[in-house]
């Protein structure tokens, strides 16, 4: 396992190696459901709401998962060269190796750039207390 998220129903985890996500339950420890298999890369993962969201970071392919369903429900293309993934504020953000951060609607998955940072952007996250988004970068 090298990826892991939490929601209220279930532990999701990604197997790498297989191209698989997981759902365990928390309580037994067992997994509760089918894996769930893609081909490409799994980088990241985030949970909102009724989804888990993975992103190949290589492809830029960012995949919506039900959690009800148990299954893929649905991708949309950012740019490639993806280095993180984040969730809340009612968007999924994607920050780029280029400096650009993508925000995808969950319900109409339409991905746009929102903001360019000079440098890289190598990791993203959401502050809901203060109803941001912080991206750490690396200049060149």
Same mark, same amino acid.
Request: charged fraction near 20%; glycine fraction near 8%.
């Given at each position: 396992? !090298?990826?892991?998220?939490? %929601? ?18 928390? @309580? ?10 893609? #081909?490409? %890369? ?20 960012? +995949? ?7 299954? %893929?429900?649905?991708?949309? %293309?950012?740019?490639?060269?993806? #280095? ?12 780029? !190796?280029?400096? #650009? @951060? #993508? ?10 750039? @929102?903001?360019?940072? !000079? ?15 912080? @991206?750490?970068?690396? +200049?060149?």
């Amino acid at each position: 396992i !090298e990826l892991i998220a939490a %929601s209220a129903d279930g532990v999701w985890v990604v197997d790498q190696f297989a191209g698989d996500v997981l759902r365990i339950d928390p @309580v037994s420890l067992q997994v509760v459901a089918d894996p769930i298999r893609f #081909t490409g %890369s799994i980088d990241a993962i985030a949970v909102m709401g009724d989804h888990v969201w993975v992103l190949d970071f290589g492809t830029g392919l960012l +995949s919506r998962i039900s959690i009800l369903a148990d299954r %893929s429900l649905g991708q949309v %293309s950012v740019p490639g060269r993806a #280095t993180s993934l984040a969730a809340g504020l009612g968007a999924i953000w994607v920050a780029h !190796e280029d400096g #650009t @951060v #993508t925000k995808v609607d969950p319900a109409t998955l339409t991905a746009s750039p @929102v903001a360019r940072i !000079e440098g890289s952007a190598r990791a993203i996250t959401v502050d809901r207390a203060r109803k941001t988004i912080w @991206v750490d970068m690396r +200049s060149d």
